[in-house]
């Protein structure tokens, strides 16, 4: 099988591409050049020249045949200009999930299948399984390394075209491994920051992207408690960074309650208002076939949040495709633009993006 492995300069591509083509497959280096402007060494992120270096080097290793492909302008416009849209309209997304359906499983994969590539590959820590209407997507065996969160946007065809070779190890295992193989970046510490913003300053890259917008942080009586310089700022169940000139009655701590972009109001209270057990989910994504009745399952909504049992309903109507899941127990701090996917034990059934809770 003709493999297209994408090179992220990290050791988890580096040793995937490298299990890859012990398994016989025809393997073929690639780095995405997502940012015109990447960053120097030093930064977190992984988008930078050094990352580019790194991922020339581990092909040169493997011997593998490598390319950089520039896909700044489409990273530009499906997942930066996306990420500061949602945070403007008061939403909080997850940028890595959207590079993953956008970039990485769409324009990555379709370009890869123009070329007569198989499949592509990819240092995620998740599992494919076969199952009884094609691949399933699975949590990988290191749970705190599992990644399966953020590809929980990907549909069949996509499944059916991606190889996880990671997924049945630790990233202990991973790393020992690259070493063994003369990998120079067996030691390498993993990114930890949004790519395109590595300083690591989401509000100043907000604020400088966005501009200034200042207006009131209230309670939940609507007493102005201080002001701020943008609602873009701030996400619910957030707590540090209020810079509030008056502390509460009872002298709890408050959190972010609601982010209101039209009338730049922050809305401030006690932990227990964030508590929530409704997530109502649009743009529906199912990794099989779609659910027809309602569906017990576990629904997770952070990347390495707590899963919860859940009670979940696909609906289609003139309105479009909804996912309507009831939580058994409460959550906390579940902010619009969060995705929720979706678990039958480790199989990932699907996702959607958080439009409203209650």
Request: contains cysteine.
């Amino acid at each position: 099988m003709r493999v297209l492995a994408a090179l992220s300069g990290g050791v988890d591509s580096a040793v995937a591409a490298a299990r890859a083509r012990d398994a016989g497959h025809d393997v073929t280096g690639v780095h995405l050049a997502l940012s015109r402007q990447a960053a120097g060494a030093g930064s977190r992120g992984c988008c930078t020249r050094e990352d580019a270096r790194d991922a020339q080097r581990a092909a040169d290793v493997l011997d593998l045949p490598f390319y950089v492909w520039d896909l700044s302008t489409e990273f530009s416009a499906q997942v930066v200009d996306d990420f500061v849209a949602e945070y403007a309209a008061g939403r909080t997304p997850n940028p890595c999930l959207r590079c993953n359906e956008r970039i990485k499983f769409t324009a990555v994969l379709a370009r890869a299948l123009a070329l007569g590539f198989d499949a592509i590959c990819t240092g995620h820590y998740a599992r494919l399984v076969d199952g009884p209407d094609g691949p399933e997507l699975h949590r990988a065996v290191d749970t705190d390394k599992d990644q399966s969160y953020v590809l929980g946007v990907l549909q069949p065809h996509q499944l059916a075209a991606a190889l996880f070779p990671l997924g049945g190890d630790t990233k202990r295992a991973v790393r020992a491994e690259a070493a063994h193989r003369g990998l120079a970046v067996a030691a390498k510490p993993d990114s930890t920051d949004v790519c395109f913003v590595p300083d690591g300053d989401t509000a100043g890259f907000l604020s400088r992207t966005l501009g200034p917008a200042p207006g009131p942080v209230v309670d939940v009586d609507g007493v102005v408690l201080g002001t701020h310089g943008g609602t873009y700022g701030f996400t619910v169940g957030q707590r540090r960074g209020l810079r509030l000139g008056r502390p509460a009655a009872d002298g709890r701590p408050r959190y972010v309650l609601a982010v209101s972009p039209v009338t730049r109001t922050v809305t401030v209270g006690p932990r227990e208002r964030l508590s929530v057990t409704r997530v109502e989910g649009v743009r529906p994504r199912w990794c099989g076939p779609a659910p027809t009745r309602p569906l017990r399952c576990t629904a997770q909504l952070r990347a390495h949040g707590m899963a919860v049992p859940a009670l979940a309903e696909h609906r289609a109507d003139a309105d479009g495709e909804r996912v309507l899941v009831r939580l058994d127990e409460p959550l906390l701090g579940v902010a619009a633009g969060q995705a929720v996917v979706l678990y039958q034990g480790t199989r990932v059934v699907g996702s959607a993006t958080v439009d409203r809770v209650a």
